[in-house]
């Protein structure tokens, strides 16, 4: 690689990496605690467990269910129910102010088999919320999450110019090397170096996913605009009826025109995701891939009739993956602690970045690395790293 393609490849390196290490700081600090947001949940107690019932398989009546979820909620439309993987036995009921709002009054959850209502969970309050919309969106609304995928863009730019320009500054220097007899400064650039390389594919997919999770909004919009008016089209100017039919019979339609699927969640006429007369069910699969993907059905609220289904587009199918692969959700615990743990790794990068950066030396980092490279000597650069020189 000649000197002018390292100077083009390195400014593209520092200048990304520079314009989106702050950010991504925040993102990770705040993306840590989220992995266990379950977790954590229960451990302060904001979240209850349905009783242990051994060897009791028999499901309550879902329009028991949302009776009594009505009954207590009197002021209040119901406008989801839907399934947590992480509570098999459990059933959610969503309230809102209107069965159009689009915003959470009340979340309460029930024993899926027994039908009592066990608790309302404690929506909008404590530190996890303030950490979900800090991750998300900084409380800017869309265009803060606009605004941070812009920065996971970057990340992923300066990811892959920093591959670029890892093998010719690695010339003489074994691979994990740490030269301790030298300065703490170039002790900390070949650690942010190493534990940025040996990142560097958990860094891409996070960067990546997290991503597409930020155009989540506009990708549910599309999908509402063309797909699911699509579907609507046909029963468009009826008005919302007062029957709306047994949520049972609905569910029981579901399972039957999508027998290897079950149900995630239930969404209620009237709803932006349903029509004024029709449920919309969101069936998944029974294994770990398939229960990320799901398949609408929309059913007749009076006659319990499937009258549509169709498949997701594939931009949705590729948002629906990328969001739990995000959070390290595809395999439990033990995946969660890897993720956290690369989480860990990469705050340290990203900080002993920013440390290098300001404590870099009179001479420009790029004309040090071209010194070393014409001169063979060994020059360090992580694929994560922030503008650090030797």
């Known amino acids: 690689m000649n000197p002018q393609t390292i100077r083009s490849w390195y400014l593209v390196h520092k200048w990304t990496s520079l314009i989106c290490t702050t950010f991504l700081l925040l993102?990770?600090?705040?993306?840590?605690?989220?992995?266990?947001?379950h977790e954590i949940d229960h451990l302060i107690g904001n979240s209850v467990d349905p009783p242990e019932m051994p060897g009791v398989t028999a499901r309550a009546n879902l329009d028991d269910i949302v009776n009594v979820a009505q009954a207590r909620r009197p002021n209040e439309a119901v406008q989801f129910l839907f399934s947590d993987e992480d509570e098999p036995h459990a059933w959610w009921v969503r309230f809102g102010e209107t069965v159009t709002s689009q915003e959470t009054s009340t979340l309460s959850m029930f024993d899926a088999r027994t039908g009592k209502f066990i608790y309302d969970y404690p929506v909008n309050e404590g530190i996890m919320p303030i950490l979900w919309r800090l991750h998300v969106d900084m409380f800017a609304g869309l265009l803060g999450t606009l605004f941070l995928g812009a920065m996971g863009l970057l990340f992923l730019a300066a990811i892959i110019s920093g591959i670029v320009l890892y093998a010719p500054f690695m010339r003489k220097l074994p691979f994990g090397s740490i030269r301790w007899e030298r300065s703490r400064r170039t002790r900390w650039l070949d650690l942010h170096n190493l534990l940025g390389i040996v990142t560097v594919v958990w860094a891409l997919v996070v960067g990546a996913t997290g991503s597409i999770n930020t155009l989540a909004?506009?990708?549910?919009?599309?999908w509402q605009a063309t797909e699911l008016a699509s579907m609507l089209a046909p029963y468009q100017g009826q008005v919302s009826s007062a029957d709306s039919g047994t949520?049972?019979?609905?569910?029981k339609a579901a399972k039957a025109a999508e027998p290897d699927g079950?149900?995630?969640?239930?969404?209620?006429?009237?709803?932006?995701?349903?029509?004024?007369?029709?449920?919309?069910?969101?069936?998944?699969?029974?294994?770990?891939?398939?229960?990320?993907?799901?398949?609408?059905?929309?059913?007749?609220?009076?006659?319990a009739q499937v009258v549509d289904s169709r498949e997701l587009p594939w931009y949705v199918t590729v948002l629906l993956l990328s969001q739990p692969l995000h959070f390290g959700d595809y395999g439990g615990l033990p995946l969660k602690l890897i993720w956290a743990f690369l989480d860990i790794i990469t705050i340290i990068v990203l900080g002993s970045g920013l440390y290098l950066w300001k404590k870099k030396s009179a001479v420009s980092i790029e004309d040090q690395a071209l010194a070393a490279v014409e001169q063979e000597d060994t020059f360090v650069l992580s694929p994560s790293s922030r503008k650090s020189s030797v």
């Open 27 to 37: 993102l990770c600090v705040t993306g840590l605690p989220l992995i266990f947001y």
């Open 217 to 222: 909004n506009p990708i549910f919009q599309q």
């Open 247 to 251: 949520v049972e019979g609905v569910v």
């Open 262 to 303: 079950e149900l995630f969640f239930l969404a209620f006429p009237g709803n932006r995701f349903a029509g004024p007369q029709h449920y919309t069910a969101f069936m998944r699969g029974k294994t770990p891939l398939t229960s990320k993907l799901l398949k609408p059905v929309l059913i007749q609220a009076t006659t």
